[in-house]
């Protein structure tokens, strides 16, 4: 409204105009007062142009994926004195929001008749330490140049994603790029399970022998029953909202690999996950090994 008075005062007059609008003069020069001295508005609206930089940066920092909840723990974890209802009015006016999920294509193709490992997890995916529970799962791309499937392997304790793939096809050398890839980087320790959906890649012999031989003991589910991989379920949904639906259109496997790149560092080591305390898993694991270490010192 104010632009409008503006626009046609010069012809009009604010009072006549104002009579017009649901507004008052006094209100109108009183804006305009505030324009020319910043100085002059309240403690209030000096206080929210300050928070409203400040969200604004926590959602530019995160992939433009967080909602208030995530919004607010950040400000939180950055020591700003600041309600959850003021950063959803905030946010509001900026006309910003969260990334929301949708539905998830189904990838699995089950191996008919397949001798398959027992089901070791039973939907409980919990840990006590890293290395404990592996989840495995992958799915789908859409780009100009066709389909590509991107696997993930993800430790249960902190929810981290220790291995990842991208390729063109989702055949058995997928999934078993993504476990390499955890293998290197995490290596197996004494009584790792490795838990998935009964696809035909999970169950390949190659997969299956490569578990055995680094002594991991796999773990399957019910084929097509989500609860039974719940977690990697979870971890593919925000994948796919965060940064596949809010990225794309994506060109090629070349695009989608350095996207994906890109948001795996920042979900391991910036992503505040609230089933571990809204914190980083990065940041998880790390207290969980500073806390081993605190009693040998003190010894």
């Given at each position: 409204m104010v632009d409008f008075i503006d626009e046609h005062r010069a012809d009009d007059g604010v009072e006549p105009i104002c009579q017009q609008l649901?507004?008052?003069p006094s209100t109108y020069f009183?804006?305009?007062a505030c324009e020319a001295d910043p100085s002059r508005r309240s403690a209030r609206a000096l206080r929210d142009e300050s928070l409203q930089a400040e969200i604004q940066r926590v959602w530019d920092e995160n992939f433009w994926v967080y909602g208030t909840r995530k919004v607010w723990r950040q400000l939180q974890r950055e020591s700003y004195d600041v309600a959850r209802c003021t950063v959803e009015r905030l946010m509001r006016r900026m006309g910003i929001q969260g990334a929301v999920?949708?539905?998830r294509c189904r990838t699995t193709a089950p191996a008919a008749q397949a001798d398959c490992p027992a089901d070791r997890v039973k939907r409980q995916f919990n840990a006590q330490r890293p290395n404990q529970l592996w989840v495995a799962d992958f799915t789908y791309v859409a780009t100009w140049s066709g389909f590509v499937y991107t696997a993930f392997i993800i430790d249960v304790f902190a929810n981290r994603i220790v291995g990842?793939?991208?390729a063109r096809?989702?055949?058995?050398d997928l999934v078993l790029d993504a476990l390499e890839q955890a293998l290197y980087a995490r290596g197996p320790e004494d009584g790792l399970i490795h838990h998935s959906d009964r696809g035909t890649q999970y169950l390949s012999i190659c997969y299956t022998e490569r578990l055995q031989d680094v002594g991991i003991e796999g773990s399957v589910g019910t084929t097509g029953d989500s609860y039974d991989n719940a977690l990697a379920e979870s971890i593919i949904g925000l994948y796919k909202a965060e940064l596949i639906h809010r990225r794309g259109p994506w060109r090629s496997l070349d695009d989608v690999e350095y996207g994906t790149l890109e948001w795996v560092d920042w979900f391991n080591h910036r992503r505040l996950?609230?089933?571990i305390g809204h914190v980083p898993p990065a940041e998880f694991e790390?207290?969980?090994y500073e806390q081993l270490e605190s009693p040998a010192i003190g010894a």
């Open positions: 649901p507004i008052a009183e804006h305009k999920r949708g539905a990842r793939r991208t096809s989702m055949r058995t996950l609230e089933p790390m207290a969980y």
